[in-house]
């Protein structure tokens, strides 16, 4: 196997991988990859598995350093990176672990529409939301926000879309947090981050971030299937987006006033990316207040983008969204850092865990899972690529003992944003995905090729290997119809 | 031919910018982030926007820099196509961008996040000097 990374991986089983803590001085425990023999070959690609082993350096870690198999080179830490630290045992907080979309995150929306119903209207659906939901470089839309708001919408998150009247109370119990965690401190948010997002509640963004309709091809396991009230060829949309320039304006910040810390606190990490502080200095509660403040932007931003997506679909099929069954499943985070209780070696501990591109995963009966979905563990939502498919799972106790409640987040690229224009040079994106039946429309002239679907692994396989790897279960596959990007 | 060359990157976008002087590193480090940013054709040189700032060191002015024409572009839609340097040293730039404020949406290719500091290394080979940047998408 040849490939840029040159380090050696010790099989744990055919799903698991280990670099030992021997490969690096310095780390402190061992990282572990979520992955098939089949996928190794381009995990080897960059230089991703090194930034698994650096993690492992950082003050407090617990158990190991992980990897999900949508894993690609990320800032300080990888793309489906996962770490949990100690936060009593002086354990720290990385900006780089959460990535500069704050709450990049995917919602999940059912309907009682078949694929029947929609086809011969794709065209007239897909671009009414192409033209009602904001998107695009620098997007700013129509849901105007005064600076005493925008401080009231980062406490509040979906709460405050919802008093809005951008939803109802139903929505807000189907979302990670509720849609709002706790913690906040709209003080910790510089003036440029609330410069940078105030135009922009309620806008799709760019680049990865998208509006899909989607029918249901395939479903794995009926019961939970039934939770959810899905079946086969039924219809969904799925909305992938984040905090947008406020998040990105928050992580900005706290890098910058990080480096710093890693002087203050004789931190020693192998690489500047992997800045942090520990949890309970003063550097470390404000990026994690400032950071909440951003999931919740997050989390308002995405029940805004459900609200026009519902108000289209009324216009387009005539009918309330009510009548046309749009519940929201779930609205689950991908970049993040959490508070939790995780059990290490037998002994119940607080830790700080980061997701960067990771979902959270819990199993059946955590005490943080809405009613409905008590019995059957925390959904899961995972994005595929345009051209293939996307899936819903559950969470399960094999998360929660192995990986910190931890799955894979979406397909994961493969090609760089520039290889795959130059792969797509000649060739309409478009009218071969219009050939598969899939009717996109895009803001951007560059972001079909980039966002082609050879740039992407086949999230077929990444799905499989966390389902047979046990740390999430495959309820349902979904089949792209028509898409929105930005 | 442009002032710089894209390098590969699994999930952001890499350049890699040369100038015969540090002051044309600079300038083609910033006109690399724009190009990226902007059909660059359809920016007019009609507003001036001055920028003057100091840093801790070589890198972090760069770094700094950028990131301030970066805040320009995002929140107040200024695309900026050429960059004139008045006075440079290892710490303070002081600089005017040139460009105009967008209102035609469809001028914009590719949101950037942020600049990164992933791999910031200014270096003087012979008689010209190189840097590697990185722009999170």
Known sequence: MVGIWQGKLEKIDDFRWRIPKTYKPGMRVPGVVYASERMLSDIFRDKALEQVANVAF???????????????????????????????????????????DINCGVRLVKTNLTEEDVKPRLKELVGTLFNDIPAGVGSSGDIKISFSEEKQLLVKGSKWAVSKGYGVSEDLEHTEENGAIEGTDPNAVSERA?????????????????????????????????????NKGQITVMIHSGSRGLGYQICDDYLASMLKCLTKYSINVPDRQLACAPVNSPEGEAYLSAMRCAANYAWANRQCLMHLTRMTFEKVFNRKWQELGMSLIYDVAHNIAKIETHNIDGRDIRVCV???????????????????????????????????????????????????????????????????????????????????????????????????????????????VVHNAGISKRVCRMKPLGVVKG | MKPYKLISHTADIGVRVKGRTLKELFENSAFALFDIIADLERVKEKERFILNLTSGNQEELLHDWLRELLFQCNVNLFVCKKFQISKLNNTSIESTAVGEHITSKDVFKTEIKAVTYHNMVIKKEKNTWKTNLIFDV
């Not at chain 1, 949508?70 to 630290?85: C, E, L, Q, R």
């Not at chain 1, 996307?390 to 910190?404: C, H, N, P, R």
Request: with cysteine; glycine share 14%; aromatic share 8%.
């Open chain 1, 354 to 464: 980061h997701r960067k591109g990771a979902t959270r995963a819990f199993g059946p009966n955590h005490p943080e899972l809405p009613v409905k979905y008590k019995h059957i563990g925390q959904p899961v939502i995972i994005p595929g690529d345009m051209g293939r498919h996307s899936y819903l799972l559950v969470g399960t106790e094999g998360a929660m003992s192995d990986t910190f409640a931890s799955t894979c987040h979406g397909a994961g690229r493969c090609l760089s944003r520039a290889a795959a224009i130059k792969a797509c040079r000649g060739r309409s994106i478009d009218k071969e995905l219009l050939e598969k039946g899939i009717y996109v429309r895009s803001k951007g002239r560059e972001t079909l090729a980039e966002e082609a679907p050879e740039a992407y692994k086949d999230v077929n396989e990444v799905v499989e």
């Open chain 1, 58 to 100: 950082l003050p407090g870690v617990v158990k190991h350093s992980l990897a999900m198999p949508d894993i690609h080179w990320g800032y300080g830490f990888s793309i489906g990176g996962v770490a949990a630290t100690d936060i009593k045992e002086d354990g720290v907080v990385s900006p780089g672990g959460v990535g500069y």
């Open chain 1, 194 to 230: 609330y410069e940078r997002g105030k135009g922009q509640a309620g806008t799709l963004g760019s680049g990865n971030h998208f509006l899909e309709v989607q029918v249901i091809d395939q479903i794995y396991d009926k019961e939970i299937a039934d939770v959810f009230g899905l």
